[in-house]
């Protein structure tokens, strides 16, 4: 069973920039589409950009051209970089699979201040 635990979050201005980490433990991180979610305040969870093990990668329209998926399977880690930050980014942003196999971790809080 792959666990997961995500780091990197933070306050930033908007049009600014963070880099998340997911780091993933478990022999068969490799073959898994991995995910990235958030949840802000009200809302419910959405997938913002998953990856597939061959390195597809697709993003929620909102965030395309901003936010980059990425992937080092040596490492078992997952990145999301995003840039160009706006207030509606703000979220605890979590990462699983891309059918939310795993257990969920706690997430990293994201505030995009404007």
């Known amino acids: 069973q792959v666990q997961v635990v995500e780091s990197g979050g933070g306050l930033v201005q908007a049009g600014g920039s963070l880099r998340l980490s997911c780091a993933a433990s478990g022999s068969m991180f490799s073959i898994y589409t991995m995910g990235w979610y958030r949840q802000a305040p009200g809302k419910q969870r959405e997938l913002v950009a998953f990856?597939?093990?061959?390195?597809?990668?697709n993003y929620l329209d909102s965030v395309k051209g901003r936010f980059t998926i990425s992937r080092d399977n040596a490492k078992k880690t997952v990145y999301l970089q995003m840039n160009s930050l706006k207030p509606e980014d703000t979220a605890v942003y979590y990462c699983n699979s891309y059918r939310g196999e795993f257990k969920w971790g706690q997430g990293t809080q994201v505030t995009v201040s404007s």
């Open positions: 990856i597939s093990s061959s390195d597809t990668t």
